[in-house]
């Protein structure tokens, strides 16, 4: 079959090389695609949220599965479109993807359905925000932004100062524009980060490994937070007890309550959890797979992609043979454009990705490229995603960044310590 994987990140090209292997597979298309996915598969100039052309494209071209790789096209039903058009495609309604779309939504849903989360508070103007700041304990807060942000919409205040400053950049300055229009101050959980996805056909979950993610820019969990710099998997922080757990106390009671609502959900369930001395609570939930996180996650899978998706689309996912890994852990270093997460220059040449990608156990995943004249230049704030196999977390973190070495543009840096949670 011809299967359209829509988007142009790591994430998009992760799922367009994992979907070619299998022998179901004929023509795989990206769109819009980078200079990697150009390489593993075949781009289309279609911008990932120009839905009309989207559905016209799959119709054309005989597409049997579309997988819908970014948020903004899913909140904007993309899904809802293409089955609208008789096409089949995996990933959440527009309905459903108000779980990502909405920080509001997804918080009163998980109060509803008894999950495990941090106490909050929604606000729609600044200045009902700001009294309640000034009336409460001088405490640490997250302040977030109720719509899609790119990732940058979360900001971690350690105290009163911090977060007052943050209701002001959302609400005030509007910097993250309209998703801004409400907001969210919860109460600051303390443990460590970890996520949690499963693939799901609105009745069979099939929960993955675990795998952390390292949001904040710099080494130490240091600076802002950004879309992603690195991530591994699995993470000995989740036993296989802790993600029966999460299983039965996070994933299944959200499954239902949607389905309550009359939102039934079907996609990837991507929940982002803090483990706390209390025991997992819930972060957010994105609708998709994670970026980076799907990177090492797909390195691992031994199963054939396009069969379980294709089964999820189906509602056959209970047919399908359990989930097969390869043992090793995976790790994924980011490689970014000097300046990010803020402003940063385009167009750099890249040199060394050959050489990065001929080493053993590695593949290198593109996000912000592009081949312009016969060379690759980055395009995009987080730029490549240079992710390694192992035989334990450390060796897999040391054949990453043996990769690392090997790539460079003018302004070129990651961090340095992707994976050393695990490790220590």
């Not at 979950?205 to 710099?229: E, F, S, V």
Request: net charge negative.
């Amino acid at each position: 079959m011809n299967v359209l994987v829509v988007g142009n990140g790591g994430r998009e090209h992760a799922l367009a090389w994992k979907l070619r292997d299998s022998p179901r597979a004929d023509r795989v298309f990206v769109a819009p695609g980078n200079a990697g996915t150009a390489v593993d598969a075949e781009n289309v100039d279609i911008s990932a949220t120009d839905i009309p052309r989207i559905v016209e494209f799959a119709k054309q071209n005989d597409v049997r599965l579309t997988v819908v790789g970014p948020e903004a096209p899913l909140v904007a039903g993309m899904v809802d479109a293409l089955q609208d058009a008789g096409l089949r495609v995996f990933g959440p309604s527009k309905a459903a993807a108000e779980l990502e779309g909405s920080k509001v939504f997804c918080k009163n849903l998980l109060r509803h359905a008894d999950v495990p989360s941090a106490d909050y508070q929604v606000f729609r103007d600044a200045e009902s925000a700001i009294h309640y700041l000034t009336e409460r304990d001088d405490n640490p807060v997250v302040v977030k932004a109720d719509g899609l942000a790119a990732g940058k919409g979360v900001l971690v205040c350690r105290n009163r100062a911090e977060a007052l400053e943050a209701v002001q950049r959302i609400a005030g300055d509007r910097e993250f524009g309209a998703a801004g229009d409400q907001l969210v101050i919860e109460e600051r959980l303390v443990g460590q980060e970890a996520s949690v996805l499963a693939i799901t056909d609105g009745r069979t979950i099939l929960t993955l490994p675990a795998a952390q993610d390292h949001k904040p820019a710099y080494d130490g969990d240091q600076g802002p937070n950004t879309g992603g710099m690195g991530a591994y998997c699995p993470t000995p922080l989740v036993s296989n007890s802790m993600l029966d757990k999460v299983e039965e106390t996070v994933l299944v009671p959200t499954i239902h309550q949607m389905k309550r609502n009359r939102r039934p959900f079907r996609g990837i369930l991507y929940a982002g959890l803090m483990l706390t001395k209390g025991g997992p609570k819930v972060l957010e939930y994105n609708v998709r797979f994670g970026d980076p996180e799907c990177q090492p996650l797909l390195m691992r899978l031994k199963s054939d992609l396009l069969e379980v998706l294709d089964a999820a689309v189906d509602g056959r996912l209970d047919e399908i043979e359990p989930l097969e890994w390869d043992p090793r852990p995976a790790v994924c270093v980011v490689m970014a454009s000097e300046g990010y997460p803020g402003s940063y220059e385009k167009g750099h040449p890249i040199r060394g990705l050959d050489d990065a990608g001929a080493l053993p156990n590695v593949k290198v995943f593109h996000a912000g490229t592009a081949s312009i004249d016969g060379q690759v230049v980055n395009t995009g704030g987080r730029v490549v995603g240079v992710t390694a196999l192992g035989e334990s977390i450390a060796k897999a973190k040391l054949a990453a960044y043996q990769a690392v070495k090997h790539i460079r543009w003018q302004g070129a840096w990651c961090r340095k310590d992707i994976s050393d949670k695990a490790i220590s």
